[in-house]
């Protein structure tokens, strides 16, 4: 039994030789792996839908985390590098959308229909409170329900 | 009673919403290359790795180019239709042989005709990170002056040929040169 233990303990450890693995790059060098996964995380990966090009590891991210290395190390800015992608795939590239005319509506929708429940809510309180007139109970109807109460209190309930 | 319609009025308003959706294709992505320049590219050429393909050889000339891959699936599925399309010899239509290799690619050719004028060989599929390309098949139309005038994404069908491509290459060729 304790043998049993032991094993089970030792094996807990295992997981932590495992280590989770950063999407590839091409060069050794960390700051031009940060520019890169800079620039791709700002880019959707059209293969993936809801995966920035940073996150996957599709055949078509890699090719394109390569080639804006390529792009970088030839000296462009990280905007450059954008507006390159941009030009050839749209909007639709950017893994945040542009504020534009044509995206008001995607930013502001959620705080537009936020603030349409809010104004529901409240002519609805509004409304609820002109209903709801406090009626006080006449002198006949204070005695039933003295009596009722009493009733329950002495025990004799027949629930 | 209106108080009791606004929830019917609502269910139906946002069935009819995502009722419509339903037939959209998440994958069309809206080319914003239409009506702009072909990017310049040099390629060599999947049969004559010594020579080499490029946009400007074929200005003065509407033409296609497709892009296809031996290991594309859906290559396999538009390939009777530019087979047809070569025989007709309406318009000229050049590869673009993406992420392949050169001997995968020439069988492929071989076992199922090969319906192109050339085929250039991008192996990086750099070529087609410049044309926009994010999946095989694709296919653009450029005109006499080099302008890609529409993108088909996805395999060609007959139907796509007939009623989109052809009417298109039609115009663009009557256009003045």
């Known amino acids: 039994m304790i043998r049993r233990i032991l094993w089970l303990t030792a094996l807990l450890w295992l997981p932590f030789g495992v280590q989770a693995k950063e999407a590839e790059y091409v060069s050794g060098n960390p700051e031009m792996h940060d520019r890169v996964m800079d620039v791709s995380g700002e880019l959707r990966c059209l293969v993936c839908q809801g995966q920035s090009l940073a996150d996957s590891h599709s055949e078509f991210a890699v090719d394109m985390r390569e080639y804006i290395q390529e792009m970088i190390e030839k000296g462009m800015t990280n905007r450059e590098v954008v507006d390159f992608m941009v030009e050839r795939y749209g909007d639709y590239v950017r893994y945040r959308p542009p504020f534009k005319s044509t995206t008001v509506l995607l930013w502001f929708g959620p705080l537009l229909l936020l603030g349409i429940g809010v104004a529901v809510l409240y002519f609805n309180i509004l409304r609820r409170k002109k209903v709801i007139t406090e009626t006080p109970l006449s002198k006949e109807e204070q005695r039933r329900a003295e009596a009722l109460l009493k009733k329950d209190e002495s025990g004799d309930s027949q629930a | ?177």
């Not at chain 2, 076992?111 to 050339?118: H, K, L, R, S, T």
């Open chain 2, 1 to 177: 009673m209106a108080r009791y319609l606004i929830p019917l009025v609502i269910f139906v308003a946002l069935s009819g919403v995502l009722f419509v959706g339903l037939f959209g294709d998440p994958s069309d992505v809206p080319s914003p290359f239409i009506d702009k320049p072909a990017p310049e590219f040099e390629l060599p050429r999947l049969y004559q790795p010594d020579q080499t393909m490029s946009r400007d050889e074929m200005l003065g000339k509407v033409w296609l180019l497709n892009v296809w891959a031996s290991w594309c699936v859906s290559c396999r599925q538009e390939h009777p239709v530019f087979m047809q399309l070569a025989r007709s010899g309406l318009v000229p239509l050049y590869g673009l042989n993406y992420k392949d290799e050169r001997q995968a690619a020439t069988t492929w050719l071989e076992d199922f005709g090969n319906p192109y004028v050339a085929s250039g060989y991008d192996v990086k599929g750099r070529v087609a990170i410049d044309y926009g390309v994010y999946g095989v098949p694709e296919t653009f139309v450029i005109d006499k002056q080099g302008v890609i005038r529409h993108k088909h994404t996805g395999p060609v069908t007959y139907e796509a040929l007939e009623k989109e491509i052809l009417p298109l290459v039609r115009k663009l060729n009557s256009a003045g040169s």
